[in-house]
């Protein structure tokens, strides 16, 4: 690939500022969950090891340009020492000179980059402070890479640049799904509403052998057919833009695969009577709430003859039970497959990460993305600012 690592830069003796994701869970000042804190760890340690200094740049929630105390990434110091095994220098105004003072193993965090308008900005002045901290850029944030702010993208252009390990560890996964993937590939897309997912779909429908679509969006897609969907959740509007979709798909060769039984109820609630009906045979009293284990079946042959696979969304309403079945069931079909070596499974986006955990699957994944926002953009086929700076 055109970006560099951290194993094709001499690091030893430099200053390596180093972008990372810590936007983590905080409640009355406390971080609850460490997750994204753990995974920058390698990043950190093998900058120490090859003899750098770390000076971490992150983002908090949105200030909007202005100093939030409850967003200051002093609240995140504690749980990121706790991770590292080690002190962390916090500098709510940081310069070269006090960096250069500290040891050569010292690791700095920066306050939040977003106190300042020009962060959001991309404003050069505020890259080329940045870049004035530092003798090397590494990008360890791919959760920000969509975002072209001073942190991402501006001081990538400045510094010799690379990918943390995060950064190299979802890039690699990524192009292997839909880069180079071995095939056949398969897409799971579920979800509410397809025009949340418009650019999504007719990328994916050029790129992959087989799309499995669930959740409410599969309705709007059913409508899309002539398919009585009673009081379900559907963008009745949206009928020709999933006609458009299929069109498309069968132009590419891209086999679309949609519910061929219902799990259906009166009401949305834990516990809630249901049954199951045959495609045809939504009451016009019901709502579509789940898919049915004739389409789970269905799935899961397709997951056996594919090599590689690419899921965001749940297949039905995972939150609530009974209506997490089918996305628990077709998750698990793809994780021992994954398990067994017969198939390359990358997931991301918030629900999805979610799903999986629920069906306790996520383990055997190849890749779980928790970017959110930049896995989606990955996905509908657009460039990422982030990365493509590192390409420079």
Avoid at 325 to 342: C, H, M, P, V
């Amino acid at each position: 690939m055109a970006w560099k690592t951290l194993d094709d830069l001499d690091l030893a003796g430099k200053v390596v500022l180093t972008r990372v994701d810590i936007n983590v869970p905080m409640e009355d000042g406390r971080v609850t969950d460490t997750t994204r804190i753990d995974k920058i760890v390698p990043t950190v340690k093998d900058i120490l090891a090859k003899g750098g200094k770390v000076v971490l740049l992150a983002h908090y929630g949105r200030p909007k340009g202005k100093p939030v105390p409850e967003m200051s990434l002093a609240l995140v110091q504690p749980a990121l020492e706790a991770a590292l095994g080690r002190k962390a220098e916090f500098m709510a105004h940081p310069d070269r000179a006090a960096i250069d003072a500290l040891p050569a193993d010292a690791v700095v965090l920066v306050e939040n980059t977003r106190f300042s308008p020009m962060e959001e900005a991309n404003d050069p002045e505020m890259a080329r402070s940045l870049a004035s901290l530092g003798d090397v850029f590494c990008n360890d944030a791919f959760s920000a890479a969509h975002r072209a702010h001073a942190s991402t993208t501006g001081v990538a252009h400045l510094l010799p640049s690379c990918a943390g390990r995060l950064m190299e560890e979802e890039l690699r996964a990524l192009e292997a799904a839909l880069g180079t993937p071995e095939r056949p590939v398969v897409a799971v897309v579920g979800g509410a509403k397809v025009s949340t997912k418009i650019e999504l779909l007719a990328n994916l429908v050029t790129k992959v052998d087989h799309l499995v679509i669930g959740g409410g969006m599969a309705n709007t897609f059913l409508v899309a057919e002539g398919i009585e969907v009673g009081r379900s959740l559907a963008e009745r509007d949206m009928a020709e833009t999933a006609r458009e979709i299929f069109r498309k798909a069968q132009s590419a060769g891209c086999t679309i695969h949609l519910p061929v039984d219902l799990v259906v109820a009166r009401e949305f609630k834990a516990g809630a009577e249901c049954e199951l009906v045959d495609l045809q045979d939504c009451p016009i009293d019901a709502m579509i709430l789940d898919a049915g284990p004739k389409t789970v079946a269905a799935i899961e042959a397709v997951f056996e003859r594919s090599k590689t696979l690419i899921w965001n969304g749940p297949l039905g309403a995972f939150e609530i039970e009974p209506f997490d079945a089918a996305t628990n069931a077709a998750a698990r079909a793809a994780a021992s497959l994954t398990r067994a070596g017969k198939l390359v499974s990358v997931a991301g986006g918030g629900d999805t990460v979610s799903a999986l955990n629920k069906a306790g699957a996520a383990g055997d994944f190849t890749f779980i993305s928790t970017a959110g926002g930049a896995f989606l953009e990955w996905m509908e086929g657009k460039d990422l600012p982030g990365v493509a700076a590192l390409m420079g």
